[in-house]
């Protein structure tokens, strides 16, 4: 009955080769959200979609981009992953956005670049 | 951006006591919510504080908050092994940027 899936759970890329990571939802929630957390710090928000609204945060870099081809699934494009995007990434959802909504999270994609 | 910021960084304690972790945050916010992150998992929404509220249970869990201080704690009573993870607190700004933003945790370590 997992509700926020992410694929894969571990990820290796090369440098400069562009990778896609995958975010499926069962909750039907309106809104989907990507976070990449290093190691030992916060979860940082890169973007996030409300229905197919797309949110980006101001100092998420160009090389990040997102698709919601529909309500149930998003992807995480790096078009050019370099040294300093290995992190985890985490995919999380809420029914809307705001803080009196619990975010559901999937238990992220680990990207290494070789 | 506003962030909130945890205390201690790093907890070990022996398994059956109480754990106290601190989070306290910049500006005004509309509520504040406290996840746990198992090593290597998601995060899991554990309660949700809103600013008019003092203090808040759900099983084991006790969080408080306190706006003139601006500062929230969560304590869980008689820990478990299984209760070893990283605690992170979450606040939405006041301002309304409707996201939220997270602390960079306590990681609590208990020990049997």
Redesign the interface.
């Known amino acids: 009955d997992a509700m926020?899936i992410?694929n894969p759970r571990y990820q290796v890329t090369q440098f400069g080769k562009p990778v896609t990571l995958s975010c499926s939802q069962t909750l039907n929630h309106n809104v989907m959200y990507w976070y990449q957390q290093k190691s030992?710090?916060?979860?940082?928000?890169l973007f996030?979609y409300y229905d197919k609204d797309f949110n980006n945060e101001a100092d998420t870099p160009d090389n990040f981009q997102s698709r919601r081809p529909n309500t149930s699934f998003c992807f995480l494009d790096i078009r050019s992953p370099g040294l300093g995007d290995a992190a985890m990434y985490?995919c999380?959802t809420s029914r809307s956005?705001?803080?009196?909504q619990?975010?559901?999270?999937?238990?992220?994609t680990?990207l290494s670049i070789l | 951006s506003q962030?909130g910021e945890e205390d201690p960084q790093a907890l070990s304690i022996q398994e059956g006591e109480n754990a106290t972790m601190n989070c306290s945050y910049k500006t005004s916010?509309?509520?504040?919510?406290w996840y746990r992150q198992n090593s290597?998992?998601?995060?899991?929404?554990l309660i949700?504080i809103?600013s008019n509220e003092r203090e808040k249970h759900s099983g084991r869990l006790r969080v408080t908050l306190d706006t003139s201080k601006k500062s929230s704690s969560l304590l869980i009573t008689a820990s478990r092994a299984a209760d070893t993870a990283s605690y992170?607190c979450?606040?939405?700004d006041r301002g309304g940027a409707?996201?939220?933003?997270?602390?960079?945790?306590t990681?609590l370590t208990i020990n049997p």
């Not at chain 1, 030992?40 to 928000?45: D, E, H, I, T, V």
């Not at chain 1, 956005?97 to 009196?100: E, S, V």
């Not at chain 2, 409707?98 to 945790?105: D, E, H, R, S, T």
């Open positions: 926020v992410q030992s710090q916060a979860p940082k928000l996030h985490l999380a956005t705001g803080g009196l619990p975010q559901h999270f999937g238990d992220g680990r | 962030q916010i509309n509520n504040l919510q290597g998992r998601g995060l899991v929404h949700l809103r992170f979450a606040t939405e409707q996201k939220l933003v997270f602390g960079q945790g990681r």
